[in-house]
T-cell receptor
């Protein structure tokens, strides 16, 4: 089955700096890659996603890149703010439909220092 | 919108008792729901995939007789932890898909078994 790895496990950055989180996946059939943000004690929230027919996607301060050949994808957060502090999970899915399970990486705890 | 409601949010029970957790999609029909388990500071571990009107598909290592899943309608899935023990204490969270691949999570249920 699919295995998703994520690095680093913890990340501290100064406010205003950029943060980069990297993930790799094992199943070459995976074609949908979402990123979720989870604040302490709360439910995960989708922040951005990318499908295999796209190499890069950007939404304001957040961008995701995908390299299908190498089977890795990355999250980039620019101009970080204290409210960006949370745990971020990358994930992979083989279909991106209702029936396809989503497998999560181990998570990255991001701390943005004011 | 895509709202998923889960309750109870917190439950404390005695060892040996059973606990039922409900997951409802409030404004859409979810043919598939997913149940995850999350230990403190860890990732979301997929337990099972629940399809309306059929038996749930459990991930390897998850005891189907221990964690009973029922998906009786397109808007309701339940997880029953049978004969709960302290090691079953965890954060259980459900999610549902609208067919795009994005998962919408419930609030989660924190189970404490004494």
């Amino acid at each position: 089955g699919e295995n998703v790895e994520q690095h680093p496990s913890t990340l501290s950055v100064q406010e205003g700096d950029s943060a980069v989180i990297k993930c790799t996946y094992s199943d070459s059939a995976s074609n949908y890659f979402p990123w979720y943000k989870q604040e302490l004690g709360k439910r995960p929230q989708l922040i951005i996603d990318i499908r295999s027919n796209v190499g890069e996607k950007k939404d304001q301060r957040i961008a995701v890149t995908l390299n299908k050949t190498a089977k890795h994808f990355s999250l980039h957060i620019t101009e970080t703010q204290p409210e960006d502090s949370a745990v971020y999970f990358c994930a992979a899915s083989t279909g991106g439909t209702s029936y396809d399970k989503v497998i999560f990486g181990p998570g990255t705890s991001l701390s943005v220092i004011p | 919108g895509a709202v998923v409601s889960q309750h109870p949010s917190r439950v404390i029970c005695k060892s040996g008792t059973s606990v039922k957790i409900e997951c409802r999609s409030l404004d859409f029909q979810a043919t598939t729901m997913f149940w995850y388990r999350q230990f403190p500071k860890q990732s979301l571990m997929l337990m099972a995939t629940s399809n309306e009107g059929s038996k749930a598909t459990y991930e390897q290592g998850v005891e189907k007789d221990k964690f009973l899943i029922n998906h009786a309608s397109l808007t309701l899935s339940t997880l029953t932890v049978t004969s709960a023990h302290p090691e079953d204490s965890s954060f259980y969270i459900c999610s549902a898909s609208k067919g795009t691949g994005e998962l919408f999570f419930g609030e989660g249920s924190r189970l404490t078994v004494l």
